[in-house]
């Protein structure tokens, strides 16, 4: 069974500083990719980040930025520079063939 | 373009009524799910199409039907509400392939009495 694990229900931040939310994964798949979403309280679900598992380079999209360990099974999320904007739900999520599995998610608070 | 839609917005049903939550897409995709969102388990996925005709079975299927007969509409029925249905439900949209994003409509929350 493919799973996604994020053992950090809650995070708080203060604005301008950075934050990493973690993000493990669990498959015997060889093609796959791994994404960032966020739900901010609109319930919206948006791309933050995504990352392809045959490519070493990390993923980067302005302030975010990925660390993707492909041998630990590790796919963690930067954010730098944190904004109150970015208070919301961050998943992590694993897609293989036409399945999508989603991580529980982490609360992001971000103080001012 | 409107992207991906969801009709209704929010709903409330009885025990062992009937209905079907509205998905629309506008964007030629494909692929399109329904995903359903409880506290602490992030989304599941429940059914998806890969193409007009062709469903198959997600995650947490049971108590929900599909039927893909055209590109742009993926409704979900649910044939008999129980209180295990109340959720949040996402309908999703992608061009075919893995390393394409999935677009989210905006949820349909859903409370079974």
């Known amino acids: 069974a493919q799973t996604v694990t994020q053992s950090q229900p809650e995070m708080s931040v203060q604005e301008a500083e950075t934050v990493t939310l973690s993000c493990t994964y669990d498959t015997s798949e060889n093609n796959y990719y791994l994404f960032w979403y966020k739900q901010p309280p609109s319930r919206q679900m948006i791309l933050v980040i995504r990352q392809e598992a045959y490519k070493q380079q990390n993923a980067t999209e302005n302030r975010f930025s990925v660390n993707f360990q492909k041998a630990a099974k590790s796919f963690s999320l930067k954010i730098s520079d944190s904004q109150l904007g970015d208070t919301a739900m961050y998943f992590c999520a694993f897609r293989y063939g036409n399945k999508l599995v989603f991580g529980a998610g982490t609360i992001l608070r971000v103080k001012s | 373009n409107a992207g991906v839609t969801q009709t209704p917005k929010f709903q409330v049903l009885k025990t062992g009524q009937s209905m079907t939550l509205q998905c629309a897409q506008d964007?030629?995709?494909?692929?399109m799910s329904w995903y359903r969102q409880d506290p602490g388990m992030g989304l599941r996925l429940i059914h998806y199409?890969?193409?007009?005709?062709?469903?198959d079975q997600g995650e947490v299927p049971n108590g929900y039907n599909v039927s893909r007969s055209t590109t742009e509409d993926f409704p979900l029925r649910l044939l008999s509400a129980a209180p295990s249905q109340t959720s949040v439900y996402f309908c999703?949209?992608?061009?075919?392939?893995?390393?394409?994003?999935?677009?989210f409509g905006p949820g349909t929350r859903l409370t079974v009495l």
């Open positions: 999703a949209s992608s061009l075919a392939g893995t390393h394409n994003e999935q677009f």
């Open positions: 199409s890969v193409g007009a005709g062709i469903t």
């Open positions: 964007m030629n995709h494909e692929y």
